[in-house]
Structure formats: structure tokens, C-alpha cells
């Protein structure tokens, strides 16, 4: 019962979402490569950080960037959620902590990080409060960089 339970609430929180966000991080990668697109991973505190929770309302769930995001972005959320009814499976939670020691040693959040497919960072992010076509710029600039 725990089991369902947890995977009703894994689903819940990821179903929420306009996008198309991957639970693993090398199947993003290997995504990336056979499309061509580049990967965008956000670290996330979901129930807790404020900014995230904006950057999600405002720009991950706006019809532009999941238009854009679609055509150009594998995208990950590397979540660390605080509440207990909101914790993530194990399996999840512990491939998250390991991408946060590799991309984001200082954490920050939101941290939002553009990188091509073989996981080399183009550059980061955190929130602005912008629309969703301006933050779209700021992430084509980064690709430019």
C-alpha cells in the first residue's frame, strides 16, 4: 500500500507539470544525443523555495516554453522536496543528490543549468522574473555563449 501510495504521489507531482521532465538522468543524455537537443537540468526545492515555485507557475508551465522546450531541451528536474508527504522514491531522491554534488556543490535553488548532450554546461540560471519568451532569450543566449 505504501508503495502505491508513493507512486501516486511521484506521478501527482510529476504529471502537474506542462512539460515532459525525465526521472533518469542517463536516458536524458542519451535522449539528447539521438535528437540533437540540449538538456536543461533545474534543481528544485518544489514545496519549499519560493522562487521555484514561481520559476515552475510562471515559465516551466506556460504554453511558450513548452511549445519551445519540446523542440529544444530534454529537460530534468532534480528535485529536493522538504515536507515528509512530498518525499521523493529513494531511487529518485538519491540520483538527485548525486547530480547536486556533481552540478550545484553550492545550493543553490532554483539553479537552472543548460548543458549539451554529453552533459558539458553551456551555462546557468536562476529565477528572473521575466515572462516566458524573455526567459526563453536568456536561455538562447546561454547557448550562444
Known sequence: MKKVFL????????????????TNFEE????AAEQNKKILLVFSGSDWCGPCIKLDKNI?????????????????RAD??????????EELRKQNLALAEKYNQDGNYPLVILMDA?????????????DP????EQLKALEKK
Open 7 to 22: 507512486g501516486l504521489l511521484f506521478l501527482s507531482l510529476t504529471s502537474g507539470f506542462s512539460q515532459n521532465w525525465k
Open 28 to 31: 536524458v543524455k542519451k535522449e
Open 60 to 76: 516551466w508551465q506556460s504554453k511558450e516554453f513548452k511549445s519551445y522546450s519540446d523542440k529544444n531541451y530534454v529537460l530534468y
Open 80 to 89: 529536493f522536496p522538504k515536507k515528509k508527504a512530498n518525499q521523493l522514491p
Open 118 to 130: 554529453k552533459g558539458k554546461i553551456l551555462g546557468m540560471l536562476g529565477y528572473m522574473n521575466l
Open 133 to 136: 519568451s524573455e526567459y526563453i
